[in-house]
Nanobody
């Protein structure tokens, strides 16, 4: 499956953005989906994940309560709603798809089969 992420941009602290990740070339509902991010000078880190039908989600502690992941399988799209953004949320955000199912390993980059190209989110203070 090919993944295309979009929706990044520049926003002030306290603001909101919604990222989208559209999938093509596969059966989107077969995949658990995740979002990761890489801040300047840091490793790629887990942000959130969602199972194939959207009934189960997992969040990193740093975004719990501020970010919401959702998906629309009819549109082959997963979303990341980001509220109350902080400067430390500045990063390139990547969506990823996993055929390996939904479990605790979804926090690891190696669990995913496919990756999008990334979209830059910059939060100014």
């Amino acid at each position: 499956v090919q993944l295309q992420a979009c929706g990044g941009g520049l926003v002030q602290a306290g603001g909101s953005l919604r990222l989208s990740c559209a999938g093509s070339g596969g059966t989107f509902s077969d995949y658990a989906m995740g979002w990761f991010r890489r801040a300047p000078g840091k490793e790629r880190e887990f942000v959130t994940a969602i199972n194939w039908h959207g009934g189960r989600t997992k969040y990193a502690d740093s975004v719990e309560g501020r970010f919401t992941i959702s998906r629309d399988n009819a549109k082959n799209t997963v979303y990341l709603q980001m509220n109350n953004l902080k400067p430390e949320d500045t990063a390139v955000y990547y969506c990823a798809a996993s055929l390996r199912g939904y479990n605790d390993y979804l926090t690891q980059t190696s669990w995913y089969n496919y990756w999008g190209q990334g979209t830059l989110v910059t939060v100014s203070s």
